[in-house]
């Protein structure tokens, strides 16, 4: 059973401050997903990434890869309050048609 | 939620008696997957289905659970004889391109 640990497991930091967040495993997947759940929502996905190594952004967030594809980091930038809310980490083990295997997740708190 | 539809969005049951979830992805995704979370828990895989088959369904409990999704009409997680540790969310999700998967906004199910 492949198994992906989050860290930190809650943050709470003020607001314009930087953080990153780590999603890592001793296995290796074909593609890593993140995701941002909200309470009483579904998870919402932000970005994948598929190539080791690979570095993909949306906006302030920066979503890296590990060469290893074992391994992802989330870095958002200046953060706001709009920010604040469960970050989940993905892996995926095949191609298309494959289960999640999610961390526990991240839950952050961003202070105006 | 990328158009993934779940309903009821919340349920209710005595132990004892059937619940049934229900999951209608986008038009044209065959593909389904259903995830529980339990409180205080992250999101665990339980099923995938295409139209007509259960593909992988290595995360459902032994007894008293099972799924279907029909060639028409929606993708249908039935729990038998619900117990108080099914209280949980139960979250579907429709296979995207390659490794993505869109999430509908769940099921909260609570047994009293």
């Known amino acids: 059973t492949q198994l992906l640990e989050q860290s930190p497991q809650f943050l709470s930091i003020q607001e314009g401050e930087n953080l990153t967040v780590y999603c890592n495993s001793s296995s290796v997947f074909s593609s890593l997903q993140w995701y941002r759940q909200e309470p009483g929502e579904g998870p919402v996905l932000l970005v994948t990434?598929?190539?080791?190594?690979e570095v993909k952004k949306l906006k302030r967030l920066t979503f890296q890869f590990g060469d290893a594809r074992k391994d992802s980091s989330l870095h958002i930038t200046a953060a706001q309050p709009g920010d604040t809310g469960l970050y989940l980490c993905?892996?995926?083990?095949?191609?298309?048609?494959?289960?999640?295997?999610f961390g526990e997740g991240t839950q952050l708190t961003v202070n105006p | 939620n990328a158009g993934v539809m779940q309903n009821p969005r919340h349920l209710v049951r005595r132990r004892g008696q059937e619940a049934r979830l229900r999951c209608s992805p986008m038009k044209g995704h065959s593909h389904v997957y259903w995830y529980r979370q339990l409180p205080e828990e992250g999101l665990k895989f339980m099923v995938y289905?295409?139209?007509?088959?259960?593909?992988?369904e290595s995360g459902m409990p032994k007894e008293r659970f099972s799924a279907e999704f029909p060639k028409e009409g929606p993708s249908i997680l039935r729990i038998q004889q619900v117990v108080r540790g099914d209280s949980a969310a139960y979250f579907c999700?429709?296979?995207?391109?390659?490794?993505?998967?869109?999430f509908g906004p769940g099921t909260r199910l609570t047994v009293t």
């Open positions: 289905l295409q139209k007509e088959n259960i593909i992988d």
């Open positions: 993905a892996g995926a083990e095949g191609t298309s048609g494959s289960r999640l295997t």
């Open positions: 999700a429709a296979g995207g391109s390659f490794y993505e998967q869109y």
């Open positions: 990434v598929v190539t080791g190594g």
